[in-house]
């Protein structure tokens, strides 16, 4: 791997908001309270800037889980607690009160974010920030409106007999979330949005990376009023606090997003007592070019966009890149062109584009694979490189003259590196779009619009971009078909994965 030693990572300021949160010790919040994990054991958060030491956080373990399982499901088993005496009103009013505390605090949370995650601060503040407080506002507005079914039924065995039937949405219990670093409030938000519109309680376990702007959170949800008990955090590891929260006997439900190897183990983990398991996972999504694509230019900025967001740590990023033939070479040289302008640097510094990737574990994956694809003979149009010594950074790379065998044309890189081929026959293409194990998102560039609708139809993926990509809206459920998950998140179909259907049926 080719370094770039003479990159240079300027020193930024913090604001002295974000410096007094750093002052304050990072402990788990069980029940109300903020406590040290058990154990007395911290974990460090690093820089990926320049791979320095920013916080530390209590390292939760089982003990620690166990004590926010028991304080979750002691409000979710007292039908006199606050929580559940709310009405669906008062408890819309508490969710929309955390959406407009983040929108207070976006600065802050901003500038958290991208200190602990590397990701420009600029794009949190219109992308990250805002989407958080939005799908708070939207689930607020559903909390009253959680409805059943009245139900008209036969009951052909008892001639004569009147019945009234009817369904109720009933919260599923405690719930218990695992959340990944490369959106970590948007993803908190996501998780915890649906939780409290349906009246569930949580256990949240944000990602050892980055449990900076989830324990924010936390402090929010406190200020807006929310109950003791009904949210509880805990940061610590994977293998321990989130195997530990996965397994829980008395978790009735767990909601993952991160890998897919490690939602295996999630499934297997919540066998034991047979929870209910939601995942989103991973992708390897197809983002397909015709040549009669309306503006080539858009096109291309779309494509690299598709990619490059987020520095490719993107579940659905368009990371394979196929172009029409006729155009291949045009749009290959355009998005290779708008990587190199990609402004490359650290998250808080304002004319950043790209930060560095997110820790020195993916550092190593992202840069494994491009040596990956370097020895199995792909050509590297641009990037392939790592940048400076300390922090996480590598530039954004195109690969082409790629075989489907490859390992960088299968598998998740979860870094900002596409591959690139060409196609000359539209069944082919759909085809090949769907031969992934994955099934998470693609992306489709015609003017034609009964083309674009046949493809959209055909491409087994759980979200379809027609002349667009990466847009995300509270309103819109998200979620993977085949081994990209199981389950929505937002939208209103993620309120039936929050709920248990009880079907009621009164003899007249
Ligand atoms: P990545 O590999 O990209 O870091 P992961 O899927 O490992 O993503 O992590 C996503 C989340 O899953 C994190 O919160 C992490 O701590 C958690 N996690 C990792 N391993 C396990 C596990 N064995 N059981 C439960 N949670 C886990």
């Known amino acids: 791997?080719?370094?770039?030693?003479?990159?240079?990572?300027?020193?930024?300021?913090?604001?002295?908001?974000?410096?007094?949160?750093?002052?304050?010790?990072?402990?788990?919040?069980?029940?109300?309270?903020?406590?040290?994990?058990?154990?007395?054991?911290?974990?460090?958060?690093?820089?990926?800037?320049?791979?320095?030491?920013?916080?530390?956080?209590?390292?939760?373990?089982?003990?620690?889980?166990?004590?926010?399982?028991?304080?979750?499901?002691?409000?979710f088993d007292d039908p006199k607690h606050p929580w559940n005496t709310m009405t669906p009103s008062e408890r819309g009013k508490l969710i929309w009160k955390i959406g407009d505390l983040i929108l207070e605090n976006l600065d802050e949370l901003a500038e958290l974010e991208s200190l602990d995650n590397g990701k420009p601060v600029g794009v949190a503040k219109v992308a990250d920030v805002p989407l958080s407080a939005d799908l708070f506002h939207y689930m607020a507005g559903w909390a009253t409106k959680i409805e059943g079914n009245t139900i008209p039924i036969s009951v052909p065995y008892a001639a004569g007999a009147k019945f009234h039937a009817f369904t109720m949405r009933e919260p599923v219990g405690v719930v218990g979330q695992i959340i990944p670093w490369n959106f970590p409030l948007l993803m908190a938000a996501w998780k915890l949005g649906p939780v409290l519109a349906t009246g569930n309680c949580v256990v949240l376990k944000p990602a050892e990376q980055t449990p900076l702007t989830a324990l924010r959170l936390g402090e929010i949800i406190q200020e807006a009023g929310v109950p003791d008990g009904v949210v509880n955090i805990v940061t610590g590891?994977?293998?321990?606090?989130?195997?530990?929260?996965?397994?829980?006997?008395?978790?009735?439900?767990?909601?993952?997003?991160?890998?897919?190897?490690?939602?295996?183990?999630?499934?297997?983990?919540?066998?034991?007592?047979?929870?209910?398991?939601?995942?989103?996972?991973?992708?390897?999504?197809?983002?397909?070019?015709?040549?009669?694509?309306?503006?080539?230019?858009?096109?291309?900025?779309?494509?690299?966009?598709?990619?490059?967001?987020?520095?490719?740590?993107?579940?659905?990023?368009?990371?394979?890149?196929?172009?029409?033939?006729?155009?291949?070479?045009?749009?290959?040289?355009?998005?290779?062109?708008?990587?190199?302008?990609?402004?490359?640097?650290?998250?808080l510094a304002g004319d950043t584009d790209m930060g560095p990737l997110v820790s020195s574990e993916q550092l190593n994956r992202v840069t494994g694979f491009m040596n990956a694809g370097q020895e199995a003979g792909a050509t590297c149009v641009t990037g392939g490189r790592r940048l400076g010594e300390n922090g996480y950074f590598v530039t954004p790379t195109v690969y082409k003259d790629t075989n489907d065998d490859m390992s960088i044309v299968r598998e998740e890189i979860f870094g900002p590196v596409v591959v690139a081929d060409p196609f000359d026959d539209i069944e082919q293409i759909i085809?090949?779009?769907?031969?992934?194990?994955?099934?998470?998102?693609?992306?489709?560039?015609?003017?034609?619009?009964s083309k674009a609708h046949r493809t959209a139809a055909r491409l087994r993926a759980g979200t379809v971009w027609i002349n667009c990509y990466n847009i995300f809206d509270s309103a819109l459920p998200f979620g993977g078909y085949k081994q990209s998950g199981w389950g929505r998140e937002m939208g209103h179909e993620v309120l039936d994965l929050y709920t248990e259907t009880k079907a009621v049926c009164l003899g007249l």
Not at 6 to 33: D, H, M, W, Y
Not at 434 to 449: P, Q, V
């Open 1 to 75: 791997m080719v370094t770039d030693a003479a990159f240079e990572i300027p020193e930024i300021e913090i604001s002295t908001k974000v410096q007094e949160f750093l002052s304050r010790p990072k402990k788990c919040l069980i029940n109300g309270n903020w406590v040290e994990a058990a154990s007395g054991k911290s974990f460090s958060i690093y820089n990926p800037a320049n791979g320095s030491i920013i916080d530390m956080a209590a390292e939760g373990d089982k003990e620690d889980i166990d004590a926010a399982v028991k304080a979750a499901r002691k409000v």
């Open 237 to 347: 590891m994977g293998e321990t606090a989130g195997a530990a929260l996965a397994a829980h006997d008395d978790v009735d439900k767990v909601a993952f997003t991160g890998s897919t190897e490690v939602g295996k183990m999630i499934v297997q983990a919540a066998a034991g007592n047979l929870k209910k398991v939601t995942l989103e996972l991973g992708g390897k999504s197809p983002n397909i070019i015709f040549k009669d694509t309306e503006n080539l230019e858009q096109t291309i900025a779309s494509a690299a966009s598709a990619i490059f967001f987020n520095h490719g740590q993107c579940c659905c990023a368009g990371s394979r890149l196929y172009v029409e033939k006729d155009i291949f070479d045009e749009v290959v040289d355009g998005v290779s062109a708008a990587a190199d302008q990609i402004k490359i640097g650290p998250g």
């Open 431 to 449: 085809d090949r779009g769907n031969d992934t194990t994955y099934g998470l998102a693609a992306g489709i560039w015609t003017r034609d619009i």
